[in-house]
């Protein structure tokens, strides 16, 4: 229980340095909302519906009143990134995943005298 609060804090820290880092209003809601929706579903989107960024506008106390977001594709993934490192993920190489895959495989069935050889 205590090891799970600790890294909670962290966590809590990790986002306040990353948001005190950024400096447009868009990143800021840009990357909290894109965090939300990431725990919430385990997805990544690239559209952000309005209610949730007025709430989140709130939260940052970001004034929206002629808000326009300007959250770039490459502010977006650079934040995704940085969003997966935070939570522990590392990213999928499926060439590398399918080789490691095949080895595994043809190691078991020669442990297990399975493959066929052409004596």
Same mark, same amino acid.
């Given at each position: ?6 890294? &909670? ?18 990143? =800021? ?8 929706? &990431? ?10 519906? !309005?209610?949730?960024?007025? &709430? ?22 650079? !934040? =995704?990134?940085?969003?997966? +490192? ?9 060439? +590398?995943?399918?080789? =490691? ?19």
């Amino acid at each position: 229980m205590i090891m799970r609060d600790i890294n &909670f804090l962290l966590f809590q820290q990790k986002i306040k340095d990353k948001l005190n880092g950024l400096s447009a209003n868009d990143s =800021k809601i840009g990357f909290v909302l894109q965090l939300g929706y &990431f725990k919430a579903t385990g997805k990544v989107y690239s559209e952000y519906n !309005h209610d949730d960024k007025a &709430f989140v506008g709130k939260l940052l106390v970001i004034n929206l009143d002629g808000y326009n977001t300007d959250y770039s594709e490459r502010t977006r993934l650079t !934040h =995704k990134l940085a969003i997966l +490192e935070m939570l522990g993920y590392k990213s999928f190489n499926k060439s +590398e995943a399918c080789w =490691k895959l095949i080895k595994s495989v043809f190691q078991t069935l020669n442990e297990n005298g399975m493959i066929l050889r052409g004596d």
